[in-house]
């Protein structure tokens, strides 16, 4: 099993819509949560981070961490074409730079 | 400011072959990771640089080596390549400060392809 679980996808929405995507993990000692997103031929660019458990809210986007659940959700509202992109969850332990550890990465496309 | 910056683009070797790809960090930032990210795949973690010796390593083999200059930039070295090695190579760097939490900030990688 591996640490990380995302569903690659892919996923299509229409614009406008809320997408919904999310990773489950199975090591507890994760504490950092993040999102990334990659556009083709890119490096990872970091979205969102969240700390143990709780929401957070960023304009558009809002990151969902259950800890007893060990599942963590990316929402994103009022889907627009440059969305489209691949949504990379990772996780870390608590501790200066600790290596990242990544879900396979869930392709979207948003439609026009 | 550059951001992180990787050379080559891309890389065409055959196996066996060794190669070297190099990275320099972003302005102020004195830890340098390395990643690599198979077609389709997740970044799978290869190592962790900092003050020029390696802190963190992943699940790869000795073939796989780094190295970290005076002035943080980094090379990733791969022996004996093999098929598999064919990925996108990703570099990103971070600083070391008080905070707990250390966005790590990624280049556009060097994708090499081992024929």
């Known amino acids: 099993q591996k640490e990380v679980e995302q569903d690659p996808g892919p996923l299509s929405v229409p614009e406008g819509a809320i997408v919904s995507l999310n990773c489950t993990y199975s090591?507890?000692?994760?504490?950092?949560f993040m999102w990334y997103r990659q556009y083709s031929r890119k490096g990872p660019e970091l979205l969102m981070y969240t700390y143990s458990s709780g929401n957070k809210e960023d304009g558009r986007f809002t990151a969902q961490v259950d800890k007893s659940s060990k599942y963590i959700s990316l929402f994103i509202r009022d889907s627009q074409p440059s969305d489209s992109a691949t949504y990379l969850c990772?996780?870390?332990?608590?501790?200066?730079?600790?290596?990242?550890?990544w879900g396979l990465g869930t392709s979207l496309a948003v439609n026009p | 400011d550059a951001g992180v910056t990787q050379s080559p683009t891309h890389l065409i070797k055959t196996r066996g072959q060794q190669v070297t790809l190099r990275c320099s960090p972003k302005s102020g930032h004195d830890t340098v990771s390395w990643y690599q990210q198979a077609l389709g795949q997740g970044p799978q973690f290869i190592f962790q640089y900092y003050e020029e010796e390696e802190r963190q390593r992943g699940n790869f083999p000795d073939r796989f080596s780094g190295h970290q200059f005076p002035n943080y930039s980094s090379e990733l070295n791969v022996n004996a390549l093999l098929l598999g090695d064919s990925a996108l190579y990703l570099c990103a760097s971070s600083p070391t400060s008080g905070g707990a939490f250390n966005e790590q900030f990624f280049g556009p990688g060097t994708r090499l392809t081992v024929l």
């Open positions: 090591n507890s000692a994760f504490q950092y």
């Open positions: 990772a996780m870390s332990e608590a501790g200066n730079n600790r290596k990242l550890i």
